[in-house]
């Protein structure tokens, strides 16, 4: 099984802020990662496939990167809109889920 | 748009069968295009890929939970279904129906409102 861990586990920050969230797989997965955003009681919203690209309709203030077993996302400056939880998934083998990051408002 | 909307039983006995099933508006679910797959979520796990199901008839399931689950279509219906056998309460959980796209974005890019489902006697 190919497992995910996510840093931080929760992050708080400002309205504007610029922030990162790494996602690290157990062994390299070249860029098959999506990243998710869930807010609460709503299913998750797919926001970036293939480490970089952008899922229809995302704001390009989200941007995705990396390759092989880091990957990061980060969102460029930080709208009310944004403060939710963020899920990192690999599919170079089956599929699995990071454990989630907790963005809050500061 | 596409919709898709989970129903069943939100209590299920331990060692019984959890039954699903994911209707699907505003796309055909024989569609070459498309799978159709499972996810669940719960507080100890997370989030969990369980399987999918193409219009051929493939099937995928996550390895932990091949040897209880069985996914299937009913193309008359637009609808599929998860069965998950031998249930304890740790299947207990918040079940998602979702597509995934066989080519770009590659990923789930429509899923339902979810079904909690609890396992106890």
């Known amino acids: 099984d190919i497992q995910l861990t996510q840093s931080p586990s929760t992050l708080s920050a400002f309205v504007g802020d610029r922030v990162t969230i790494t996602c690290r797989a157990s062994q390299g997965i070249g860029t098959y990662l999506a990243w998710y955003q869930q807010k609460p009681g709503k299913a998750p919203k797919l926001l970036v496939y293939?480490?970089?690209n952008l899922g229809s309709g995302v704001p390009s203030r989200f941007s995705g990167g990396g390759s092989g077993t880091e990957f990061t996302l980060s969102i460029s400056s930080l709208q009310p809109d944004d403060f939710a939880t963020y899920f990192c998934q690999q599919y170079d083998i089956h599929r699995s889920f990071g454990p989630g990051t907790k963005v809050e408002i500061k | 748009q596409v919709h898709l909307q989970e129903s069943g039983p939100g209590l299920v006995k331990p060692s019984e069968t959890l039954s699903l099933t994911c209707t699907v508006s505003?796309?055909?679910?024989?569609?070459?295009?498309?799978?159709w797959g499972w996810i669940r979520q719960s507080p100890g796990k997370g989030l969990e890929w369980i399987g999918s199901i193409h219009y051929s008839g493939a099937t995928y399931y996550y390895p932990s939970f091949k040897s209880r689950v069985t996914i299937s279509l009913d193309t008359s219906r637009n609808q599929f279904s998860l069965r998950l056998t031998s249930v304890t309460a740790s299947d207990t959980a918040l079940y998602y129906c979702?597509?995934?796209?066989?080519?770009?974005?590659?990923?789930?890019?429509?899923w339902g409102q979810g079904t909690l489902v609890t396992v106890s006697s």
């Open positions: 979702a597509r995934r796209a066989g080519a770009s974005p590659f990923n789930f890019d429509y």
């Open positions: 505003g796309g055909s679910i024989s569609s070459s295009s498309y799978y």
């Open positions: 293939q480490a970089s």
